[in-house]
Structure formats: structure tokens, C-alpha cells
Antibody, heavy 118, light 107 residues
Framework: EVQLVESGGGLVQPGGSLRLSCVASGFTFNSYWMTWVRQAPGKGLEWVANIKQDGSGKYYVDSVKGRFTISRDNSNNSLYLQMNSLRVEDTAVYYC???????????WGQGTLVTVSS | DIQMTQSPSSLSASVGDRVTITCRASQSISSYLNWYQQQPGKAPKFLIYAASSLQSGVPSRFSGSGSGTDFTLTISSLQPEDFATYYCQQSYSIPYTFGQGTKLEIK
């Protein structure tokens, strides 16, 4: 059974940093693109970033470029999102998801809430 | 960026009804269109890919159609578990963008 479990969310002040983690199981992690998608409270879904199987390709939505870094550790079946210079508008539930062919998100974690507030 | 617009934003229907949700792209995306279902407080669930292909395990009452800029998601006979929010997503180009969602409510 495919499982994705996120952690690392919490309350942080504007300008602060947070590192999200996602541990995968039930599939061959290093065979898939992985992605982060976020959802602000009461709002829709927003794709944030994705990363190629070997970590050599990384893409971001413009609003997080230069502030967020996606990475992975295939030896530990783990995906990460390092978030720096956080803004109030980054407040959201962050989901990690497995990506088929880079752009179809077929399995999702339960999400982790990031709240940016003073 | 490609903008995705869903209509309606909300919809009231009854069990057994046939419902259709529309998704329009701001430019042609061929068939690079996916659909997701999200129950309150839960993660999205992948329903349909490439505009019309049903993901494994998804009931056959769900179907998708369209190409270019106009797409539809149809539920042929609503079941109680289908009341949720539905999102379309274009996978034609980065950044991958979602529609604003269509909330399907019980009448």
C-alpha cells in the first residue's frame, strides 16, 4: 500500500524558516517524480514544486522561487521542502504527492499545516 | 501561466442525479487535464487523467471528456460519497495549475 506521511508543519513568524518532510512507503520511491501541493485555509489547490527521480530536475511556482527548496533522499525514501523567508500568504496545508509522468498526482499524504503569523 | 476556470463554483444535486462540471483553460492544453475529488478535511483523490481516462479503482459513474480548452467531468448517478469538491488541473506546462474548485452539495 502506498503511503505518504508529512511532518514538520507548525507556527512560524514571518521571515522564519521551516523544513517539511514526507516519508514514502509501499512503492519504489526513486522511480517517481515527487511534488508538493499546498492549500490555504478555505481555498483551492496550488502546485508548489516538483523534483525528478534522481533530484537533477526541480521546478517551482514563481511565488516560492528563491525561498523554497525541494529535495529528496532516495536512500531514506524521503522528500523535503525547505521553506525560508516565510510570508503570511504561505499559510496552508502542505501535501506531498507522488507524480506519474511528472504531472499526474496519484497518491497524496494527509498534509501538514504551516501557519505563518506574528 | 495557464488559468483554469471551473463552473459552476457550487452545485446542489440529489442522490441519483446526473451532474456535469466544466473546466476551461486559458489556452489550449490538448488533453493534459486531470480531475481530483476532495472530501472535507481530507487529501485530494486522483480521479481522471488525460481528460478522459479513469484512474484505477475509480467507479465507472465518473467520466471525463474534452480537449483543447474545454473539458467536462460527469457523474452519471450521484452517490452519497460523491458529495465533495472537485478540481481540474492542467498538466500541459509548469506551473501546473488547478481550477478554483466546484463544491457539490446535497440538495
Amino acid at each position: 500500500e502506498v503511503q505518504l506521511v508529512e511532518s514538520g508543519g507548525g507556527l512560524v513568524q514571518p521571515g522564519g524558516s521551516l523544513r517539511l518532510s514526507c516519508v514514502a512507503s509501499g512503492f519504489t520511491f526513486n522511480s517517481y517524480w515527487m511534488t508538493w501541493v499546498r492549500q490555504a485555509p478555505g481555498k483551492g489547490l496550488e502546485w508548489v514544486a516538483n523534483i525528478k527521480q534522481d533530484g537533477s530536475g526541480k521546478y517551482y511556482v514563481d511565488s516560492v522561487k528563491g525561498r523554497f527548496t525541494i529535495s529528496r533522499d532516495n536512500s531514506n525514501n524521503s522528500l523535503y521542502l525547505q521553506m525560508n523567508s516565510l510570508r503570511v500568504e504561505d499559510t496552508a496545508v502542505y501535501y506531498c504527492a507522488r507524480a506519474l509522468l511528472q504531472y499526474r498526482f496519484d497518491y497524496w499524504g494527509q498534509g501538514t499545516l504551516v501557519t505563518v503569523s506574528s | 501561466d495557464i488559468q483554469m476556470t471551473q463552473s459552476p463554483s457550487s452545485l446542489s444535486a440529489s442522490v441519483g442525479d446526473r451532474v456535469t462540471i466544466t473546466c476551461r483553460a486559458s489556452q489550449s492544453i490538448s488533453s493534459y487535464l486531470n480531475w481530483y475529488q476532495q472530501q472535507p478535511g481530507k487529501a485530494p483523490k486522483f480521479l481522471i487523467y488525460a481528460a478522459s481516462s479513469l484512474q484505477s479503482g475509480v467507479p465507472s459513474r465518473f467520466s471525463g471528456s474534452g480537449s483543447g480548452t474545454d473539458f467536462t467531468l460527469t457523474i452519471s448517478s450521484l452517490q452519497p460519497e460523491d458529495f465533495a469538491t472537485y478540481y481540474c488541473q492542467q498538466s500541459y506546462s509548469i506551473p501546473y495549475t488547478f481550477g478554483q474548485g466546484t463544491k457539490l452539495e446535497i440538495k
